[in-house]
């Protein structure tokens, strides 16, 4: 026999999809705000004009969090040493993660990005300024992502990546990783920095279909882990525990 929901309970049900509208319209209207001066960024050449289109992102989605209830806490930024680039591996519990990650790493960054959401309308083209994009159901776009995240390197951008490649659905805290970012960090002789996102599943529990609450959130950047000497498993291993470990004791 099904166990009825409390009235509290239920009243928090209704809160949290009425917070949801809330998020997606505040998200609508800031966006509105920010996207042509994000666009003009590309007439500045890069990195400054990265550096300008990830400031203004990081002003924008700081702004659009505290708007619904979920304030973010950067620990970790001195970890970035200046004029070094770095592979910045993050969790994935939840949407909130991407306004959460590539935002609020220091200095100029792009994301490893799914190529098909470049088809919805004017969002499109904000999202493939920040990111390398890549169509995961085709080998060729595979490879020439790779080596277009090698390039973005060179260029003087940290590259974020979600290893886990997906939202971890499970109650473990972390999926196991795929090899991407470690390959890229081996190749190009790029230290690692994990970056672990605390608390999103509990403003946005994966199980749970639009649905928001407010509560703090916090990234954390840990200190950079070398690819010297390291094959990409030996890295991605030491990464994942690193990460697993960071995460149990701090959520």
């Not at 003009?40 to 990265?50: A, I, W």
């Not at 680039?85 to 959460?100: F, I, Q, R, S």
């Not at 994301?111 to 904000?126: R, S």
């Amino acid at each position: 026999m099904t166990k009825k929901k409390a009235p509290s309970g239920i009243l928090i049900e209704i809160f949290a999809r009425i917070w949801s509208f809330w998020g997606l319209i505040s998200f609508a209207g800031t966006f509105l705000i920010i996207v042509i001066p994000s666009l003009l960024t590309k007439l500045v050449k890069d990195p400054k004009g990265m550096w300008w289109f990830i400031s203004i992102a990081r002003i924008w989605n700081w702004t659009w969090l505290h708007l619904i209830g979920c304030p973010v806490t950067v620990k970790g930024k001195e970890n970035f040493a200046k004029g070094q680039t770095y592979v910045v591996t993050c969790n994935h519990n939840a949407m909130l993660d991407v306004p959460m990650s590539a935002p609020f790493i220091p200095g100029p960054n792009q994301t490893i990005a799914k190529k098909e959401f470049t088809k919805v309308p004017l969002f499109g083209f904000y999202y493939a300024r920040g990111s390398v994009l890549v169509d995961r159901k085709s080998d060729g776009s595979r490879r020439r992502s790779f080596e277009d995240m090698k390039a973005a390197l060179r260029k003087g951008f940290h590259m974020c990546i979600f290893p886990e490649g997906t939202r971890n659905r499970s109650n473990d805290p972390l999926k196991p990783f795929f090899d991407g970012a470690f390959k890229l960090a081996v190749d190009t002789k790029t230290a690692v920095i994990p970056a672990v996102i605390l608390h999103t599943k509990k403003a946005m529990p994966t199980h749970k279909v639009f649905y928001l609450m407010p509560h703090p959130l916090e990234i954390h950047f840990l200190p950079p882990i070398s690819s010297e000497g390291l094959t990409t498993k030996e890295l991605k291993d030491k990464v994942f525990q690193i990460m697993w470990d960071y995460y149990k004791a701090n959520d």
